[in-house]
C-alpha cells in the first residue's frame, strides 16, 4: 500500500473518532513508553534556520593576530553563533577537516548559559529535547566537514553519555569506534550517597579511513637470544584465555625436534594453534574431513610453526628435565607439587584427572614456556604500532598500564588544572570548567596529522588552539586550527566578549610568550558573521566578503593583504584565482597582462570580462560574483 492511501486512510479512522476516543488517543500517545532516542525533532523549524539568511565573514584586523600581513594566515577565530559557524564552514570547508574535538555543554542546569542550559521542568519529560535538538542541529553540520579520514571527539559527563550516545548514532550512523575515559579528580564530589563522579568519557565518531596514530613498538624488545640468521625477534604467546575442555583441539603436548624434550599445555591456558597431528587422530584418518578442517585454519599449524623455526623452545638443563617411570611416581610428585609447573606463576601443569597423564610416563619433560617468534623484518610497519587505550590515565599515577607492551595509554592532568592554566594565561578566572591542556593535547597527538585542520566549535578559552600550537612546536608540523565561539553577551552584560577577550586574547598570548612560556609564533584571524538575506546580497555584501570566503573555499587560509583594483586570492604561475570587485578599463588591461598561463576570474560583470579576455587571447574562466557569494552556502533559496 502507498504511503498516501495510509495517510488517507488514517485520516479516515481519525475523522470517525468522537472527542472522548481522540482525547484517549492522545494521552496514549504522549505517556507510552518508547524505547531508543526520542526528543522533540522539528525539522521545520531547522530548515526554517538553515534558509534563514547567508552567512558571510568580515575580517576584523584590530582584534586578529597577524604580525607578518606578508604571509598566509592559516589560524581562525570565528565569533558568533556555532550553528552560524558552521554553515559558513560548509561553504568554505566541507570534506577539508580531519579532527573536530568539542566540549559542550552537558545539559546540567546552569542559569548562566548561553543557550539557556536549564530545565523546562525538574520532572518534564521532554526535558532534555531542547539539547538534544541543539547538539542535533550542530553535529548534522558538523558531520558534512569531515574528511572522508576524518573524526570527532566529544566530551561528555556520565549523566548524559548515553543520550548523546543516542544522539550520534543517528547522525553518524555505524560510525562509532568506542570512548575513552577521562579520570576528571581525585576526591570524592557527592558523599551523600557514597558514590563519586569521577570521570568523564571522550566519544570517538569516524569515517572509514580513520585511524589513531598509536605508539610505535619499542625495539629494545626484540632480540635474538638464538643467534637466528633473520634477526631480531620479540616472544608473543603460544597460548589463548581458553581450557582444555573448552577447546579440545588445542590441548596437546609439543615436542622439541632438536632435544627430544616435551612441553605439557596449559589445562587452563591452551595452545593458540591447531595440531595437524591432532586433526588426523581425532578425525580417525577421514582424509576429506582432514583437508577440510586444514583448509578452514586461519594460520599455521603448530608443526608448520616449528618446521619454518618460528617457535623459540627455551635452554633447559639436563639436571632441570622432570622424568617420571611411572603413573605411580608421576601422581606422588603432583602431589607433593613437585611436578611440571609454568615457569613464573608456578601453576601446575599435569594434575590429577587430567586424560593425558599416561602420555607423560617416561618422556623428558622441559622447564621453560615456548614461544612464537614475532621477528621484527617480518612484521608490517602498521603492525609495528601499540593501539591506543581507552583508559587516560593521570599524571600523577604510577607507571603500570602504559608500560603494556600492547596498549598506548594517553595521560592527563585532572581537571583543576585547566582552570589554573587560563588564569596563568589570563592573569584571572576567566572561563568555567575548561579541559586541561594535556588531555586535549592528548587526544590531538593520536588523531591529527603535521598539516591537518582541527576543528572547535564550543572553543571556550582556547585550549585546542594552544594544543595545535605546542604540537607543531614539538615536531614541525603545521597543524591549522578553527576555533568557534559566541560571545556569550546577556541582557545583564551586554559588552561581554567570550571570543574576543578570553578565547582569542589566550591565543594572542600563547602565540607572543606570556609569563615564563615561550612564544609559539603563528598567526590567526578574526571572524565576525554577519547574517543577509539572499535577496540583500547584491546590494549589502562586500568585495571583502566575496574575498574571505573564496580565499577560504580555495585555500582554506587567508592570503596576504594585497591593494588594487585586481586581487589575486590563490594560484601560481599556472592558474591564479582572482577577485575584482569593479570591472574598469584599467580592471580589464591588468587582468590581460596578468603573469600566469591562466585565469579564474570573479566579478561583478562576468559576461564583459570574459569577452574581453577571449579578444585579447587570454585563457580564462568567468564568474559571477553574486554566484561566489551564494555558492556553497546551505540556504536552499541559494542553490
Not at 591452551?270 to 577421514?286: F, M, P, Q, T
Not at 612464537?372 to 599524571?395: C, V
Not at 596529522?449 to 607543531?472: K, W, Y
Amino acid at each position: 500500500m502507498s504511503n498516501g492511501n495510509t495517510g488517507q486512510q488514517l485520516l479516515a479512522q481519525l475523522d470517525s473518532m468522537n472527542e472522548q476516543q481522540l482525547r484517549r488517543l492522545l494521552v496514549e500517545h504522549l505517556t507510552q513508553k518508547k524505547l531508543g532516542l526520542y526528543w522533540e525533532s522539528n525539522a521545520i523549524e531547522r530548515d526554517a534556520a538553515l534558509n534563514a539568511n547567508l552567512v558571510l565573514p568580515r575580517l576584523r584586523p584590530d582584534w586578529s593576530h597577524w604580525p607578518d600581513a606578508g604571509q598566509a594566515c592559516p589560524n581562525l577565530i570565528i565569533e558568533g553563533d556555532n550553528f552560524d559557524s558552521l554553515r559558513l564552514l560548509g561553504a568554505t570547508h566541507r570534506g577539508k577537516v580531519r579532527v573536530i574535538y568539542i566540549d559542550p555543554p552537558y545539559n546540567t542546569g546552569n542559569k548562566d548559559w548561553v543557550y539557556n542550559d536549564r530545565y523546562v521542568g525538574a520532572n518534564d519529560r521532554w526535558r532534555h529535547s531542547q539539547w538534544l535538538e541543539f547538539l542535533y542541529r550542530r553535529l548534522l553540520l558538523a558531520r558534512d566537514l569531515l574528511s572522508s579520514d576524518g573524526v570527532l571527539l566529544v566530551s561528555i559527563n556520565d549523566e548524559n553519555r548515553a543520550r548523546l550516545e543516542m544522539l550520534l548514532d543517528e547522525v553518524m550512523p555505524g560510525r562509532r569506534l568506542g570512548s575513552l575515559v577521562w579520570r576528571t579528580k581525585d576526591t570524592g564530589n557527592d558523599l551523600s550517597q557514597r558514590f563519586s563522579h569521577v570521570h568523564e568519557h571522550v566519544l570517538v565518531y569516524a569515517n572509514a579511513g580513520f585511524k589513531f596514530n598509536g605508539r610505535a613498538t619499542d625495539r629494545s624488545k626484540f632480540r635474538n637470544p638464538d643467534n637466528d640468521p633473520r634477526g631480531d625477534w620479540s616472544p608473543q604467546p603460544l597460548t589463548k584465555a581458553h581450557t582444555y575442555t573448552e577447546r579440545e583441539n588445542t590441548y596437546y603436548p609439543i615436542q622439541d625436534p632438536e632435544t627430544g624434550y616435551w612441553y605439557p599445555c596449559d589445562p587452563n591456558r591452551v595452545w593458540a594453534y591447531a595440531s595437524e597431528k591432532e586433526i588426523h587422530a581425532r578425525l580417525n584418518g577421514d582424509e576429506t574431513a582432514i583437508a577440510s578442517a586444514l583448509q578452514g585454519l586461519r594460520s599455521d599449524t603448530i608443526e608448520q610453526l616449528i618446521e619454518k623455526k618460528l617457535i623459540y623452545f627455551p635452554p633447559c638443563k639436563p639436571n632441570e628435565v622432570m622424568l617420571f617411570n611411572s603413573r605411580a611416581e608421576l601422581l606422588a610428585a603432583i602431589k607433593a607439587g613437585k611436578g611440571p609447573t609454568l615457569p613464573k606463576k608456578k601453576t601446575p601443569l599435569l594434575r590429577e584427572g587430567l586424560p593425558d597423564l599416561d602420555f607423560w610416563i617416561g618422556k623428558p619433560i622441559a622447564a621453560g614456556r615456548p614461544s612464537r617468534k614475532e621477528h621484527w623484518t617480518a612484521k608490517p610497519e602498521e603492525d609495528r604500532l601499540a593501539p591506543l587505550s581507552s583508559w587516560i590515565a593521570g599524571l600523577n599515577e604510577e607507571n603500570g598500564v602504559d608500560e603494556w607492551d600492547e596498549l598506548l595509554v594517553l595521560r592527563s592532568a585532572r581537571g583543576g588544572v585547566a582552570t589554573d592554566e587560563v588564569k596563568v594565561a589570563l592573569g584571572s578566572k576567566a572561563f568555567p570548567y575548561p579541559k586541561p591542556l594535556s588531555l586535549i593535547k592528548g587526544l590531538l597527538a593520536q588523531a591529527t596529522r603535521p598539516g591537518d585542520i582541527v576543528l572547535d566549535f564550543f572553543a571556550g578559552s582556547g585550549t585546542t588552539g594552544q594544543a595545535v600550537l605546542e604540537l607543531n612546536a614539538e615536531d614541525g608540523g603545521q597543524r591549522r586550527f578553527i576555533l568557534c565561539s559566541s560571545t556569550e553577551a546577556t541582557a545583564k552584560e551586554p559588552d561581554k566578549n567570550l571570543c574576543r577577550d578570553v578565547c582569542a586574547e589566550r591565543m594572542r598570548r600563547v602565540m607572543a610568550g606570556y609569563g615564563n612560556k615561550p612564544a609559539l609564533g603563528g598567526s590567526f584571524a578574526y571572524l565576525q558573521l554577519d547574517l543577509l538575506d539572499a535577496a540583500d546580497v547584491a546590494f549589502e555584501a562586500s568585495a571583502d566578503h566575496a574575498a574571505l570566503l573564496l580565499a577560504l573555499r580555495e585555500l582554506q587560509a587567508l592570503p596576504p593583504q594585497t591593494a588594487g583594483a585586481v586581487r589575486q586570492l590563490a594560484g601560481d604561475a599556472q592558474l591564479a584565482l582572482l577577485l575584482c570587485p569593479e570591472v574598469t578599463p584599467q580592471t580589464l588591461e591588468t587582468l590581460a597582462n596578468w603573469p600566469a598561463e591562466r585565469l579564474a576570474v570573479y566579478s561583478p560583470r562576468p559576461d564583459t570580462v570574459r569577452d574581453w579576455l577571449q579578444q585579447a587571447g587570454k585563457p580564462a574562466n568567468s564568474y559571477s560574483l553574486l554566484e561566489a557569494l551564494l555558492r556553497g552556502q546551505t540556504s536552499l533559496r541559494a542553490k
